[in-house]
């Protein structure tokens, strides 16, 4: 899994660029309402990066909320606001992580799931099951395979935001989508990253969710949409556990 340790300082400007957080917070909320996940129950995040998600919960009144990050460095940018409003966070691989409080609901946005190797994330979805109650609520989305290969197919991405120029090499391969990511300052300073997602087709990831206890309440596109379009880059999945 990826831990973006030397960009993670500036995730929230790029962020920004491809996830709508208002349109996932919009869709978290309807589905928590739709499937009883009350303000009081207890929320994990997984892959919570710099805890901005968490933080719109906290301000729409859910009241027990955790995340669990890989990087220490996203959890540093987050710990000391996340402390005062009373949300937990772990510096953890999510495939190691145990708890003995079981939650109501995990969520899992922004491509995390396609940061995970294929040969772990058998272990993800079981864990998954693990740290739910029963009939818990599992929220999270992946890439389309046909997203990760257009964007393979585009070879570079730039953009330039204020004073930092953001760079986005891509290599394609039938597994994985290798994303040389770079960042360049007004001031000369240079980093770089090697980023990994995999590609994960639609029927595997949901015969995995089978086998591993979880039943599809509600499949959707890019958050909005009930079905796919050639433009459509995200697929968002409502499970319970069963």
Same mark, same amino acid.
């Given at each position: 899994?990826? !831990?973006?340790?030397?960009?993670?300082?500036?995730?929230?400007?790029?962020?920004?660029?491809?996830?709508?957080?208002?349109?996932?917070?919009?869709?978290?909320?309807?589905?928590?309402?739709?499937?009883?996940?009350?303000?009081?129950?207890?929320?994990?995040?997984?892959?919570? $990066?710099? $805890?901005?998600?968490?933080?719109?919960?906290?301000?729409?009144?859910?009241?027990?909320?955790?995340?669990?990050?890989?990087?220490?460095?996203?959890?540093?940018?987050?710990?000391?606001?996340?402390?005062?409003?009373?949300?937990?966070?772990?510096?953890?691989?999510?495939?190691?992580?145990? !708890?003995?409080?079981?939650?109501?609901?995990?969520?899992?946005?922004?491509?995390? #799931?396609?940061?995970?190797?294929?040969?772990?994330?058998?272990?993800?979805?079981?864990?998954?099951?693990? /740290?739910?109650?029963?009939?818990?609520?599992?929220?999270?989305?992946?890439?389309?395979?046909?997203?990760?290969?257009?964007?393979?197919?585009?070879?570079?991405?730039?953009?330039?935001?204020?004073?930092?120029?953001?760079?986005?090499?891509?290599?394609?391969?039938?597994?994985?989508?290798? /994303?040389?990511?770079? #960042?360049?300052?007004?001031?000369?300073?240079?980093?770089?990253?090697?980023?990994?997602?995999?590609?994960?087709?639609?029927?595997?990831?949901?015969?995995?969710?089978?086998?591993?206890?979880?039943?599809?309440?509600?499949?959707?596109?890019?958050?909005?949409?009930?079905?796919?379009?050639?433009?459509?880059?995200?697929?968002?999945?409502?499970?319970?556990?069963?």
């Amino acid at each position: 899994m990826n !831990s973006y340790s030397k960009i993670a300082t500036y995730y929230s400007k790029f962020s920004s660029l491809f996830f709508s957080k208002k349109n996932i917070l919009r869709f978290i909320e309807k589905s928590f309402l739709d499937y009883g996940v009350k303000k009081d129950c207890k929320i994990l995040d997984i892959g919570c $990066a710099d $805890a901005k998600l968490l933080f719109l919960l906290k301000r729409r009144g859910f009241k027990k909320l955790y995340g669990i990050d890989i990087s220490s460095k996203m959890i540093d940018l987050a710990f000391k606001r996340a402390v005062l409003k009373g949300i937990k966070l772990y510096n953890l691989n999510f495939l190691n992580f145990t !708890s003995r409080k079981k939650f109501e609901a995990a969520l899992c946005t922004m491509d995390v #799931v396609n940061h995970v190797p294929k040969k772990d994330v058998f272990d993800f979805f079981k864990n998954a099951n693990i /740290i739910l109650k029963k009939n818990g609520i599992l929220i999270f989305d992946i890439n389309t395979k046909e997203y990760l290969q257009k964007l393979g197919r585009r070879r570079l991405i730039v953009k330039k935001l204020g004073g930092t120029l953001l760079g986005w090499k891509f290599n394609l391969t039938s597994r994985y989508l290798k /994303i040389d990511f770079s #960042v360049r300052e007004r001031n000369g300073k240079n980093i770089s990253e090697d980023v990994y997602q995999f590609i994960y087709d639609e029927e595997f990831v949901e015969n995995v969710l089978k086998d591993y206890g979880f039943e599809v309440l509600q499949k959707v596109y890019d958050y909005k949409f009930p079905f796919k379009t050639k433009f459509s880059s995200k697929v968002c999945y409502v499970c319970k556990k069963i």
